[in-house]
């Protein structure tokens, strides 16, 4: 017989109320679940995205700012022509972002499961990290850089809290969201090609493939099979399977590296392609959890030019700020929606109970990346893969961030994890994003030409910003020059004239001597 019983009691028949404080709070019953579904579905969640404990810090670990610094404030390089690298200040700093990712995940997925009371997990948001590394760090120092970071989440706190988040949301044309997705998952992608040696720089062309146009060394080998076990359990719908991959890749290369001593690829004697790309995996670079990232922050720096304040620097950040708050905005709402879909979470308008308090712990969780120097944390995608184990309230969450808690006396683990172990997630990742790409009607130029410039200029101009900015332009001028200008949202025209201001940014400090 057919009836109308709702998606989650189907799955798990409403059992009796247990009258307790816990299930009170959290509504278990209510939302048909029990104490054990929450618990199992919150560990799923935690190993569905544990792999960001390895992930972010070879993007926030490895990178520089603008002095060749890396966050730990050791400098990345050991000669001024910044060819050989200081792998143990690497490898320092890889573990100091380890342990405060974890920390900060831990946390914040915690209070969105007191606070909010839904089933979602919160890290350091892949695209985001990417952004924080690539585009502003290399502008200024990496306080400062953290700095911008927690402006954004104060930002979007203000903004939750005056419900301009969503008038901002609908501003913005969903083939342009989209396409920021796709864009960031092509830049990921290119990231981790780069990490793992598959791709180069070469001498007569601007990239290349392996080495000399070729595929050798264990390390390429070592993100081959990774990425291949990596498919191999996502087509079998094995939950974890990120981890999973980068622990069989990281097992793999400790027992390469501890026969065939192939060492890193820039060493003091010359170079070494054959070598490792960021991190030796050897367990010699085991060390006990470093949380000195935390607060080291500064909040106005990044404000100045060798000490004095500069309108026009004033109007570049606050480009680079909008961009971290962008791709922020829509990366949230897309998952929340996603997980409370996925659990028959939502009301009859399509949102999700507590909307408010899980958009607010959203935002405070972009600040505290800041303050914990990891870059935004958002919501994971990954808390599907919970939600579908049975999770259906706030304490799977709690469970998630216990397990990120004790994760961070695991995290000197991450530096055993060599970046051809990591890279095939990141790859993957850009795989998962790149599926959106059917949205876009390519056969209307007001939509695909803009969709199309943001997609291709994140990877080929080695920017996000850059993309989103060409995206934004290009879909204002479109339809200005078919006459559709009424079309476009005001608040567009606002950010389409932020972002000319960026582009010629270096001609107007000319202009003005600066």
């Not at 003091?268 to 085991?286: I, K, R």
């Not at 567009?492 to 940014?505: D, H, K, R, T």
Request: contains cysteine.
């Amino acid at each position: 017989m057919v009836t109308n019983t709702p998606k989650a009691a189907r799955l798990h028949p409403e059992t009796q109320p247990s009258g307790s404080k816990l299930d009170g709070y959290f509504e278990i019953t209510k939302r048909h679940s029990t104490v054990s579904r929450e618990v199992r579905g919150g560990l799923v969640t935690f190993f569905a995205m544990a792999y960001i404990i390895a992930l972010n810090p070879l993007i926030i670990g490895t990178a520089v700012d603008k002095d060749g610094r890396l966050i730990s404030g050791a400098p990345k390089f050991l000669d001024a022509a910044m060819t050989q690298v200081d792998n143990a200040a690497v490898g320092a700093s890889i573990g100091m972002v380890a342990a405060a990712t974890a920390l900060v995940a831990g946390l914040l997925t915690i209070a969105m499961g007191v606070i909010g009371r839904f089933p979602i997990g919160l890290a350091a948001g892949l695209g985001l990290n990417a952004l924080v590394a690539y585009v502003l760090a290399p502008q200024m120092t990496w306080p400062q850089a953290m700095g911008l970071v927690v402006w954004e989440g104060i930002l979007i706190a203000i903004l939750v809290l005056t419900g301009f988040r969503t008038a901002v949301f609908r501003a913005i044309p969903r083939t342009l969201r989209t396409a920021i997705s796709v864009g960031i998952g092509l830049f990921i992608t290119f990231v981790g090609f780069v990490n793992a040696g598959v791709v180069r720089k070469a001498a007569g062309t601007p990239v290349e493939l392996g080495i000399n146009g070729s595929l050798q060394g264990w390390p390429i080998a070592v993100f081959f099979i990774g990425i291949m076990v990596l498919i191999a359990l996502h087509v079998l719908k094995v939950k974890g399977a990120m981890l999973l991959s980068i622990v069989v890749a990281t097992v793999v290369a400790i027992v390469v590296e501890a026969t065939a001593k192939i060492g890193p690829q820039v060493t003091a004697d010359g170079a070494n392609p054959f070598g490792w790309s960021l991190n030796v995996p050897s367990l010699a670079n085991f060390t006990l959890p470093d949380l000195g990232l935390i607060g080291r922050v500064d909040m106005v720096g990044a404000f100045f030019v060798d000490g004095e304040f500069q309108f026009t620097r004033l109007l570049a950040l606050a480009v680079l700020v909008f961009s971290l708050l962008l791709a922020d905005f829509f990366d949230t709402m897309g998952t929340v929606v996603a997980v409370g879909s996925e659990g028959d979470l939502l009301d009859e308008h399509g949102m999700p109970p507590r909307t408010t308090e899980i958009l607010l712990v959203d935002s405070v969780a972009a600040a505290a990346g800041g303050l914990g120097s990891v870059s935004s944390n958002t919501c994971y995608i990954e808390s599907t893969a919970g939600v579908g184990e049975g999770a259906r309230t706030g304490l799977a969450s709690v469970v998630t961030g216990l397990a990120f808690l004790l994760a961070i006396f695991l995290s000197p683990i991450i530096n055993l994890v060599p970046s051809e172990a990591a890279a095939p997630v990141l790859v993957f990742v850009g795989f998962l994003m790149i599926s959106q790409v059917v949205d876009v009607d390519w056969n209307d130029p007001e939509v695909g030409i803009p969709a199309f410039l943001t997609m291709v200029l994140m990877p080929f101009a080695y920017s996000i910003t850059v993309g989103i900015g060409a995206g934004f332009l290009a879909h204002v001028f479109i339809k200005l020059v078919r006459g559709h200008g009424k079309q476009v949202h005001p608040l567009m025209y606002v950010v389409a004239g932020l972002f000319v201001i960026y582009f010629v940014q270096g001609a107007l400090l000319g202009l003005i001597g600066a």
